[in-house]
């Protein structure tokens, strides 16, 4: 007798109960504003929308998987091999988003320590090297990371690559917008 395979069913559980937190735990501590917001009499996008449009999305796929995936018969097995391959994945994205975020105060209060007034990360973040330091660093870590995680070594053009593309993100989303943060700048 074949054993029957679970694995569209952990996925899908997976997906709905991690999108459901979001929305209703981290979407609302992290977002200043709600969906819509209205201001000086006209609508405007608020911060919590595209968060909580993304997490419906995932809800939609999490439902589906239930409802019309659960019981296929080619469903995929996950091995240790793959198992260790998305923890590893999940590791570098974890480890570079906290280097990403501690980066910029940390080295703000190296610099303090060699001055004679002390500077405040917080008020350094909007300046241009400062609130670059963090992303920087943090983004070629994961981009860098994943790359060596799938080709099994370090080389430099994955250190190019990062480089690369953590760059054209800068381009895209920081140089044109004034009043964008680049993350983890907004919650510092």
């Not at 559980?13 to 979001?22: E, G, Q, S, W």
């Not at 330091?133 to 060596?148: E, Q």
Request: charged share 15%; with cysteine.
């Amino acid at each position: 007798m074949e054993k029957k395979s679970l694995t569209n069913t952990v996925i899908g559980m997976l997906v709905l109960v991690f999108a459901v937190l979001c929305v209703f735990v981290w979407i609302p501590l992290d977002t200043q504003s709600g969906l819509i917001e209205k201001v000086r009499g006209r609508q405007a996008i608020g911060d919590a929308l595209a968060p909580t449009l993304a997490c419906g999305f995932l809800i939609f796929g999490g439902v589906m998987l239930l409802l019309f995936e659960r019981n296929a018969t080619d469903q995929p097995t996950v091995s240790r091999a793959q198992a260790g391959f998305i923890a590893r994945m999940v590791g570098v994205i974890v480890f570079g988003v906290l280097v990403m975020r501690w980066t910029g105060p940390a080295l703000a209060e190296l610099v303090s320590l060699f001055r004679p007034e002390p500077i405040e990360y917080r008020l350094l973040r909007v300046t241009a090297g400062w609130r670059h330091v963090g992303y920087v660093l943090g983004g070629v870590i994961i981009v860098a990371g994943m790359v060596t995680i799938v080709e099994h070594k370090f080389t430099r053009r994955a250190l190019l690559t990062a480089l690369i593309a953590v760059s054209l993100f800068i381009a895209i989303f920081d140089i044109p917008f004034e009043d964008l943060l680049l993350p983890p700048n907004g919650d510092v």
